[in-house]
């Protein structure tokens, strides 16, 4: 069946129409590739479908991003509570038996040392025959010796009360000894420097005093004042007077000797009053110098209380020494002798217990197995490996 002309032409607007829409369609959202399709013939006397518009496929939602895994939670700290330590040991350090396995039999020395001296042990022991300067015979006097007055300085200077007597000077040496040690304490709270120090400072006195008194006993010298002291003696019935020997013309009335008085005014050699009296000043000095003036740790006022604490302490031993010629018991050689005596006494003992930057030193080894390599092979040993001071 044939359609009217007209309605033949509305067909073709409506065709046209449609297709323009479509095409409008495909401006906005046009396909990603495909190219726009042909249009389709139109047929006279048929009707015509506008051509369907592509369908645009969605486009494809974006895949979810993958989410990061939330870390995970740190597990809590597991605190491991170490086994309570053990006790130490009766022999570890700092505790009574290090010392008395590292120290006892030095202590024991020093005290029987002591003893023997406070005791005057030595007294008993005669001198020796005089090694320097004139020799006599005290049981068998040569008055012509003891009189020439070509000794009058050498022996025959007047006997002179003591300025500076030995138990002063005791008390003073172990007032400094202690007193360091306490000090020292006070301020480190190290024991083992404060064993160092007592121990050290009375090996310095009591090795000082025991190396004097040989020299006093080995070298047998004549005391400046020896004459006045064994005039007085022989008069005074001490010994027996020899022959030829006025007593009318001494004077016994200034002093009174002991026989152990004579016996001393034949120790000259050393000075035993210098000696002591450097061998506490030189170690304490060690010990200032180390604390105060050169070590790197010393306070700003350090150096200067350092410096004039170890002049004083050095000015009162060389007033002591001097003591010792103006009261006539030595002679020069002896005061320089002693004072070099004690003071290298001093500085070993300081050296066997500290070092140069006061620093104590520790006493322990240990005994470790060895493997040793000799002429027919290995062999098995022991070794002792530490410091022994």
């Keep these: 069946m044939s359609l009217p002309r007209s309605c033949r032409a509305l067909a073709l607007v409506c065709a046209v129409v449609v297709a323009g829409s479509a095409r409008a369609d495909d401006a906005v959202a046009p396909p990603p590739a495909a190219p726009p399709a042909a249009p389709s013939p139109i047929i006279e006397g048929e009707r015509v479908e506008p051509a369907p518009a592509p369908v645009t496929e969605p486009a494809a939602e974006p895949a979810p991003a993958a989410e990061t895994p939330a870390p995970a939670a740190a597990p809590a700290p597991v605190v491991l509570v170490p086994p309570p330590s053990p006790a130490p040991g009766f022999f570890a350090d700092d505790q009574p038996g290090h010392y008395l396995a590292w120290y006892g039999a030095e202590y024991v020395a020093v005290a029987a040392l002591a003893g023997l001296y406070l005791a005057d042990v030595h007294e008993l022991i005669p001198p020796g025959p005089a090694l320097i300067g004139p020799r006599v015979d005290v049981d068998d006097m040569d008055l012509e010796v003891l009189l020439d007055p070509r000794l009058d300085g050498v022996i025959g200077k007047p006997f ?67 004459r006045d002291r064994y005039l007085n003696a022989a008069c005074t019935g001490v010994v ?77 031993a060389g007033y002591v020494a001097s003591t010792r010629l103006s009261d006539n018991k030595h002679h020069p050689e002896d005061v320089v002798v002693g004072s070099l005596l004690g003071a290298t006494v001093a500085t070993t003992a300081w050296f066997v217990h500290f070092d140069i930057d006061g620093r104590a030193r520790r006493r322990s080894f240990t005994v470790v197995p060895t493997v040793g390599l000799g002429q027919t092979g290995t062999g098995n040993g022991l070794a002792l490996v530490g410091e022994l001071p």
């Design 240 to 316: 027996d007077t020899p022959a030829g020997l006025d007593c009318a013309t001494v004077d016994t009335s200034r002093f009174r000797i002991s026989e152990d008085g004579l016996q001393d005014g034949m120790k000259s050699f050393v000075s035993g009053h210098s000696s002591s009296a450097f061998a506490i000043a030189t170690f304490s000095s060690w010990w200032l110098g180390s604390t105060l003036v050169w070590n790197k740790d010393r306070p700003d006022w350090g150096p200067a209380v350092g410096a004039l604490s170890m002049g004083t302490l050095l000015a009162g």
């Design 160 to 226: 002179l009360k003591e300025q500076v007597p030995s138990s002063a000077l005791i008390g003073v040496a172990a007032v400094t000894i202690l007193g360091s040690a306490g000090l020292d304490y006070a301020a480190t709270g190290d024991l083992h420097r404060t064993n160092g120090l007592v121990l050290g400072g009375l090996e310095a006195l009591l090795g000082t005093v025991l190396v004097t008194e040989v020299f006093k006993l080995s070298f047998g010298r004549l005391r400046p004042d020896f």
